[in-house]
């Protein structure tokens, strides 16, 4: 049962251009969202986050989009820059559950130059 | 000055071998945590203390148990190892905050 769904396994997007990932959630009591990116044989770093008193977190080039009724969130990236590409997890939380993240599968960003 | 590190990196080891993977973070953080990520890649959390008490424990076999010395440790133990062991494990910490910050992974594979 995942609750926490990334639908694009991989996203190829032009240096400069935008880059969206998308995220969707099934449980309505995540109240906090994240977004990690990982390198190949290297742990997922924190990105940005967002609480779900909010539908806007901005930090530099990335920016997350927070829609409650459509349970989704996304992540937007301007202008891409080929060091971007990774793997990028989306992670929600429910506040007070001991911080427990659940993971979306990830998406893969191809940057290219 | 690595902020969560795990030794080994990579553990190549033989079906009903035991086994033990570490964890040390240098942040301050009262919380740690055991996560693996599976062949479909989905990060799943397994374990977390804080301060030196379990406070997760999700549906893992009793294989696995987790061992917290001090809060800037947790290790995690693993016997009789299986083939559906092998896995990627991560360790991760975090403060009083939602954001957790990983350690490099540990790559395990069982022959």
Partial sequence: ?113 | DTAVSQTPKYLVTQMGNDKSIKCEQNLGHDTMYWYKQDSKKFLKIMFSYNNKELIINETVPNRFSPKSPDKAHLNLHINSLELGDSAVYFCASSQSSNEQFFGPGTRLTVL
């Fill in chain 1, 1 to 113: 049962d995942q609750q926490v769904k990334q639908n694009s396994p991989s996203l190829s997007v032009q240096e400069g251009r935008i880059s969206i990932l998308n995220c969707d959630y099934t449980n309505s009591m995540f109240d906090y969202f994240l977004w990690y990116k990982k390198y190949p044989a290297e742990g997922p770093t924190f990105l940005i986050s967002i609480s779900s008193i909010k539908d806007k977190n901005e930090d530099g080039r990335f920016t997350v989009f927070l829609n409650k009724s459509a349970k989704h969130l996304s992540l937007h990236i301007v202008p891409s820059q080929p060091g971007d590409s990774a793997v990028y997890f989306c992670a929600a939380s429910v506040t007070g559950s001991a911080r427990q993240l659940t993971f979306g599968s990830g998406t893969q960003l191809t940057v290219l130059p």
